[in-house]
């Protein structure tokens, strides 16, 4: 831990993920002192590098950075990472109610009409989403009408044919990991538009799947953390904040904490989980009973070789149809070994984690062999993370707001309870639910806590 000049902590900072570390690198520059106290036995929280039986590196959280993710790449580049691009070429499959049709452009498999309801409603998206206010969606002039919508009831009015809705719900799946009837229209709105756009969002060249970094998204974080030193400390689950008028205290399993502002860096349905003395204002609490975590399995299977790019195939699967909702592969371009990684997401992930490990793993190697024939149920090395039982992410990709919460309670997101702060990709404006927003939230929840101690 590091100590301001008088014995206390300006800053205690809950979660070493890239917000969190973010945050606390930050109050150091600005010559602050804090600890930084994680719940697990390693910093990076939904990012997790592993390492294969060969030697090469796989995420099995946060994966793919792209253009307009500035303090990512800025981080990456700040520590001399490199970077691959996704590989994307030949024949996607989208297999939507049991028909699996081809071509180098995804969403351009789909039947014609499918295709046209599918573009219109991209284009009616793009109209909406600039409507947004992207720091208080809420002022948004259809605000109401739109929280009070589900993006289901959204989907069932705009688009017609029973193979564009499926398209709809495969994409949406694999964007939000949840289900179109568990989020307001309002909200992925805003999402959509926090990321620059539904092309932005769902692209590989020029979109937010355009890269990886090499050797693991995780490294960003332990290199952060490398630099706090002993300013971070691991296996703290804080279980509780007491505060009043000369400062903070937080309990955790490593022993209590003072001191000036803490900083909670954690998704808002953990934050719930914290308890408060004082209790949090009641719209506060509402709030974070009302972003549940989506729910996913990351699933990487291995290959002596990528025999499906052999076939005209880029290994890239968008589907309704199995446990598995989207696959991509997992190699650059110039990899020998093959690797295809899918990804089990929302309803079918929170069935699917309560399974025995060896029938998750069967199913998900005939889901792949589905799409790139019996070779894809033999893999050299199977390996998987669930990511909905883990006790310090209870789900991923992130906590998403529930119909009727952006307008009721999406005010006190960001909004200071006394001395705490908060931050977590959950509550960036730009980016919100990807690393890129967790850093942006990070800076911003450091400089308010800054800007309090000078
Ligand atoms: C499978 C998967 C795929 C993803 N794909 C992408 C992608 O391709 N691109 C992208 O940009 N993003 C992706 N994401 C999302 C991205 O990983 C997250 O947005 C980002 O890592 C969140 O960072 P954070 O610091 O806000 O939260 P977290 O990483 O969740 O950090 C919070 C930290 O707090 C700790 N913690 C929780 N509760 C407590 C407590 N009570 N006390 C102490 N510590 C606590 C946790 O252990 C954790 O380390 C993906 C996530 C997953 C899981």
Redesign the pocket.
Known sequence: MTHGQDGRIDAVV?????????AARELVRDSHSVTV????D???????DHRLADGEQV???????GPT?DR?NDLVEEFDLDTVPQFDEGLDQVSIDGTVNEHDDALRALPAKAYAELMDAFGQIETLRTQIPLHAPYDAPDAEEWDATTVDSWKRATLETTTARGAFDALFRALF?TDPSEISLLYFLTYVHAAGGIEVITGVEGG??ER?IEGG?QQV?RLLATELGEAVQLE????AITQDDSGVTVE?DAGAYTGAYVIV???PA??G??AYDPPLPARRDALTQRMPMGA?I?CIATYEDPFWRTDGYSGFVLTNDDIVGFIFDDMDAESTTGALVG?IVSNEARTWSERDASDRRERVLDDFARYFGGQAANPVEYTE?V?SN?A??AG???GNMTPGTMTGYGDVLREPQGRIHW????TATQ?C??????IR??ERAAAEVSSRLT
């Open positions: 809950v979660g070493a993920g890239l917000a969190g570390l973010t106290l994680e719940a697990r390693r910093v990076g929280g939904r990012t997790l995420d099995l959280g946060g994966q793919w950075i993710q990512v990991t937010a799947q990886r998204a974080s703290a689950p804080v279980r955790s860096a954690i998704p953990l934050a989980r914290i996913t990351k990804f993370q990511w883990e310090w992410s991923c990709y992130a931050a977590g990709t959950e980016w639910g990807y690393m890129d927003g967790a939230s990070g």
